[in-house]
């Protein structure tokens, strides 16, 4: 199954991820979520974006592209019921998913409809921002800055695959 998912079968292009509402099978894209995520590179990968956060109790996060919801889940466990978790991502198919995912839950966590290019939250509102394989689908560089924006003093922690910038 994961094999399947992650080859795609011609059922979509990975790629193409901001056009997941579009595509005649969304599934697809929840599916590849889901055999990615699996996959012990990409938890590594998301173990050392957690740390790299510092997050404490009580912190308030921004997950840009939260897909399925699964990592903001995470976080939202993380934060404890005196912190809040929003998720975004401009997905409704994946919005849904992660809404679904959370029902039950009574973990500080919303989803929302949102887009990178656009985020309309004020400054310092979030103590961290998490945003894992979502900037390589947007267009152009102002997404970039939208994003690191929201984090507090501007930090930001990067990183694709091994490489890490980490700007003062």
């Known amino acids: 199954m ?6 795609g079968q011609g059922k979509g292009d990975v790629t193409r ?11 697809f894209f929840i599916e590849f979520l889901d055999a990615a995520n699996a996959l012990p590179g990409v938890r590594d990968l998301k173990t050392v974006i957690v740390d790299e956060l510092r997050l404490s109790p009580g912190a308030r996060v921004l997950e840009v592209g939260c897909g399925t919801g699964d990592d ?19 997905s409704e198919a994946m919005i849904g998913v992660a809404q679904g995912r959370s029902i039950d839950s009574s973990l500080p966590v919303e ?3 949102g887009d990178v290019l656009a985020l309309n939250y004020p400054d310092d509102v979030f103590d961290a921002c998490r945003c894992e394989r979502v900037l390589m689908h947007a267009d152009g560089d ?8 929201q984090f507090p003093r501007g930090r930001e922690t990067a990183r694709t695959g091994t490489a890490r910038s980490a700007p003062p």
């Open 72 to 90: 903001a889940r995470l976080l939202a466990a993380l934060v404890g019921q005196d912190g809040r978790v929003v998720g975004i991502d401009a």
């Open 17 to 27: 991820f901001t056009e997941v509402d579009q595509a005649p099978d969304a599934q």
């Open 111 to 113: 989803f929302a409809l």
């Open 142 to 149: 102002p997404a970039r800055g939208e994003v690191v924006a």
């Open 2 to 7: 994961e094999d399947d998912a992650l080859k």
